[in-house]
């Protein structure tokens, strides 16, 4: 959570310093291409093979054992990754044209965000280091270290941002390129002291294909795809948008930012914790503790993330304008934004969904499955969004991107329960529709809130935020009560579904 605020801290900035033209664009390409690799093969199939065998080495032969194997992993992992870092920036023009094919009718454009690229590519290594060395932590079930490390980030391109501001810095798309290559090197000093407190930090070997590791690269194959659904989807959009207007890629991004505050604080909780607490669980053979776990992983991500959804997209247009409309960010980029948050929003509750499902697959390292799943997703996608961008521009393409994720989450749960490793629960089958009448009662309220907020809401910075922080607090207050009359969400559940307990 920390680090989303600060994250919207970063956007406001961002938003006003850049506002959504080239440079902007430039700038948000270079940023997504190695956070795209980044998420698909170091926080995707890479975590999702490496934390089940390391769990089950830490289980079955100790702690020294699973340090040899991270070890191991480190670096024929690193090794790969510098080989692979290396020739995309020698490939980087190359690449742009898949990547961003829309820029190569504007030579500036086209050049500059060749240039970023180049200077952020680098930050791939640095977070696949630290995806491994988190990996290890959060099997360890201490969580709190990886969580954190995004701070990092943050703090480090607020504090470019501001010498932008102030002249310091007289190029802003070069000064955030290098901000992201410095926050990438911090962070991975942040991680590896945590491992070192740990007392797991590793010592790289020289690059070896033993057997383990040989068994990492089989499960990671196919998982390359299926971890990476939604990131690959959303290159997808930025491919598509980069053949709009100028500012699309923009628009995307900032209404992306505000619908990753849910997913980064829900999403990635839930898959973090679920993926280590069922690998040993049915390492120890207890079938029926893995289903209620998963159950209530299932049960905790709708019930946050419905009132989500709603809200966003029901007052997508004040958000958007309170965070991000001054400076170089106009009402027209706003209202643009706006429009793609509400879209995106729509499949919010399925992208968390897919991080609540897709444990079930991993911690039985079956890898292959969500890949056939994911394949179906993206081409579903592409076509919606084709087929959308034609009437509705950016907008469709954002839709598209949520329809995508919907069909993903349902056919993952189809599979899982198809297969018996999935058996939806009394609990969860009570409580699922009365939180989605909750959020409904709260959406309606929220309109009537807006409308009757609507003077404050187009006036002064003041009055602005006033008004939206009246509508959130309307929006907590309704679905609170309106979950509790319906019985979506009993306190004691709550309470214990946030315990931190090992054994639960």
Not at 110 to 129: D, Q, W
Not at 279 to 300: K, P
Request: with cysteine.
């Amino acid at each position: 959570m920390g680090s989303r605020i600060l994250g919207f801290v970063r956007d406001i900035l961002m938003a006003g310093t850049l506002g959504a033209g080239l440079i902007a664009d430039a700038f948000f390409v270079a940023f997504k291409f190695p956070n795209f690799f980044r998420r698909l093969f170091a926080e995707g199939a890479f975590n999702a093979a490496f934390v089940p065998l390391f769990g089950e080495r830490l289980t079955t032969e100790g702690k020294a054992s699973a340090r040899a194997f991270a070890a191991e992993a480190a670096a024929v992992l690193v090794s790969a990754l510098m080989l692979f870092t290396f020739s995309a920036v020698l490939l980087m023009p190359w690449l742009m044209y898949a990547i961003a094919p829309g820029f190569a009718d504007q030579p500036e454009k086209f050049g500059l965000t060749i240039e970023l690229t180049r200077i952020t590519f680098p930050y791939l290594m640095f977070m696949a280091l630290i995806a491994l060395l988190g990996g290890m932590l959060n099997t360890m079930q201490r969580f709190a270290a990886t969580a954190a490390a995004p701070i990092l980030l943050n703090i480090v391109l607020i504090s470019a941002l501001v010498l932008i501001g102030l002249g310091y810095i007289p190029h802003p798309g070069f000064g955030l390129a290098w901000a992201v290559t410095a926050a990438g090197i911090g962070q991975l000093i942040w991680i590896a002291a945590a491992c070192a407190r740990a007392d797991i930090m590793i010592r790289l070997p020289r690059p070896r294909l033993t057997p383990s590791v040989r068994r990492l690269l089989a499960l990671m194959a196919p998982g390359l795809i299926g971890a990476g659904v939604v990131q690959i989807n959303l290159v997808v959009d930025v491919i598509l948008a980069s053949t709009l207007r100028e500012g699309s890629v923009s628009y995307l991004y900032f209404a992306d930012r505000i619908n990753q505050l849910p997913l980064g604080v829900v999403g990635v909780a839930v898959g973090v914790a679920l993926l280590p607490l069922l690998t040993r669980q049915l390492a120890d053979g207890d079938e029926a503790a893995a289903s209620d776990s998963q159950n209530r992983a299932i049960e905790f991500a709708l019930i946050l993330t419905l009132p989500a959804a709603a809200a966003l997209v029901t007052i997508a247009g004040p958000i958007v304008s309170v965070l991000f409309e001054r400076g170089a960010f106009d009402a027209a980029a706003a209202a643009n934004t706006a429009a793609a948050l509400a879209a995106f929003a729509v499949g919010l509750p399925a992208y968390v969904l897919i991080k609540a499902l897709t444990p079930g697959f991993f911690a039985r390292q079956d890898t292959a499955t969500p890949v056939k799943v994911a394949v179906f997703a993206m081409v579903l996608n592409v076509v919606l969004a084709v087929t959308l961008m034609q009437v509705m521009a950016h907008v469709g393409i954002a839709l598209a991107t949520a329809c995508s994720a919907w069909i993903n989450a349902l056919a993952l749960c189809f599979i899982l329960h198809r297969r018996n490793q999935l058996r939806i629960d009394p609990r969860l089958r009570r409580n699922a529709p009365r939180a989605l009448a909750a959020a409904i009662v709260m959406a309606v309220s929220l309109v009537f809130g807006e409308s009757a907020l609507g003077p404050y809401l187009g006036g002064s910075s003041l009055e602005k935020i006033s008004a939206l922080c009246g509508l959130v607090a309307l929006g907590l207050g309704v679905y609170a009560f309106a979950a509790q009359l319906f019985g979506a969400v009993r306190v004691s559940e709550l309470r214990a579904m946030l315990r931190r307990s090992p054994s639960s």
